[in-house]
């Protein structure tokens, strides 16, 4: 099996048969409250985490066990990492203990040489670069409300992070049109940007880089935002609230929007900065279907790494 790295790692089907499974697995938890597919079964997990969490951890805790799997968590300060070991070193002992890690980073190489070197399916759960786990999670809320992502517009408002990064690749891969706006030097990778470039030419999607968020947010179906300053940033705290003052999600911004545009944020929130409380509250947000998918994308994930009808292909 392939490390799920990077949101470039999976196709345009293997999308939908992410969600489609997820769907499906959804109905029988909340229907029965358990899932009877144990694609997991006899499969230990390791989650290797050097930043804090509270919905990444939680969800693939709870999914790996709803599919009658087993997790040790690794936090990195309890581990020879913190004494100076190298990664690729702690990477080929735990793939000989383990099926698969979940690794939430700081340096994307980090997650690079843990896959390389375990030899066992790594997936990024977070790395500076990219968070390609929670588009996942992020679409298969938008296609569960509206069954389509193709031409589907979505505007991102705020810093150009992983999150812009990997919206911007899924996007690409999914005919969605990515509106992003940013202040000048904080504008998404441009190695990433040029990617989904790339990809966009062959599926139609429509990619827009603003320094205006009215100019993205016009007829966007969806507002999506997230916080100015990400774990590692605090020093440029400061600095960050000056420059993105005026990148906030409010009712405003959502005059600009559809009608019925839908408000997303992958949380945590930092209401009065990035997004009001009105509106993460109000009617227009699905926050919270957004955050609870956190776990049913991870479901997904695991079933389709591990399940045997995938013949072991990410």
């Known amino acids: 099996m392939k490390s799920f790295l990077s949101v470039s790692d999976i196709s345009k089907q293997d999308f939908y048969k992410i969600f489609e499974r997820a769907y499906i697995l959804k109905n029988k938890m909340k229907k029965n409250n358990e899932i009877d597919d144990k694609s997991l079964n006899n499969k230990i997990i390791g989650l290797l985490f050097e930043k804090p969490s509270t919905r990444t951890r939680t969800s693939f805790q709870v999914a790996v066990q709803r599919l009658g799997g087993e997790v040790v968590y690794l936090p990195s300060n309890e581990l020879q990492l913190s004494r100076g070991e190298p990664i690729k070193d702690t990477a080929r002992i735990l793939g000989g203990y383990m ?59 705020g810093d150009g992070n992983n999150i812009c990064n990997s919206l911007l690749l899924g996007g690409a891969l999914t005919g969605m049109n990515i509106s992003v706006a940013c202040p000048m030097n904080y504008q998404p990778d441009k190695s990433i940007l040029a990617d989904a470039r790339k990809i966009s030419e062959k599926t139609g999607s429509q990619l827009e880089i603003y320094e205006e968020p009215e100019d993205a947010a016009k007829n966007a179906d969806i507002l999506y935002t997230d916080v100015w300053v990400s774990m590692g940033e605090e020093k440029e705290r400061e600095k960050r609230l000056k420059i993105f003052k005026r990148y906030q999600i409010n009712n405003d911004l959502l005059k600009v929007a559809k009608k019925d545009a839908k408000v997303m944020h992958c949380l945590p929130a930092h209401r009065g900065l990035e997004i009001t409380d009105e509106v993460i509250e109000g009617p227009h947000s699905i926050v919270w279907q957004q955050g609870e998918n956190k776990l049913f994308g991870a479901i997904g994930i695991l079933d389709f790494m591990f399940n045997s009808y995938n013949n072991g292909r990410l």
């Open 99 to 157: 099926d698969s890690i979940i690794a939430r980073v700081y340096a994307h190489d980090t997650v690079t040489k843990l896959s390389n070197y375990s030899n066992i399916p790594v997936v990024n759960g977070l790395s500076d670069l990219e968070h390609p786990t929670q588009i996942v999670c992020d679409f298969f809320t938008i296609w569960e409300l509206e069954n389509k992502l193709e031409n589907t517009n979505l505007a991102y408002i």
